[in-house]
């Protein structure tokens, strides 16, 4: 499993970015491919599965959830979550 990994700019997401990494690994196991953190775009965090279903998006959008509660950065995590077929991977 290969995993990729990116923090543009460290600020006050970045240890929720990193938790929710975690938690992703966990989660999502080898479906997982990237993480990025972005400002381009109406989004903030770019999650790369090799399959997207609406499983999936549900238990990501669940577990975002959960590291902004706990984070208290509640509404601050804006994810686009894509296909490895949707975007070219850096």
């Known amino acids: ?5 990116i923090i543009r ?6 240890d929720a970015t990193l938790d929710l990494t975690r938690r ?9 491919v990237a993480v990025e ?4 775009g109406d989004f903030n ?4 599965l090799r399959r997207k279903t609406w499983d999936t ?8 959830e959960k590291v902004e509660e706990e984070h208290g950065i ?3 995590i804006i994810p686009e ?4 077929g949707e975007v070219n991977v850096r």
Not at 37 to 40: F, L, T, V
């Open 1 to 5: 499993m290969s995993l990729k990994v």
């Open 9 to 14: 700019k460290i600020d006050e997401l970045s």
């Open 24 to 32: 992703l690994i966990n989660l999502l196991g080898d479906n997982l």
């Open 37 to 40: 953190s972005s400002s381009d």
């Open 45 to 48: 965090l770019r999650i790369i």
């Open 57 to 64: 998006i549900e238990k990501i959008l669940k577990t975002i």
């Open 74 to 76: 509640i509404g601050k």
């Open 81 to 84: 979550i894509l296909e490895t």
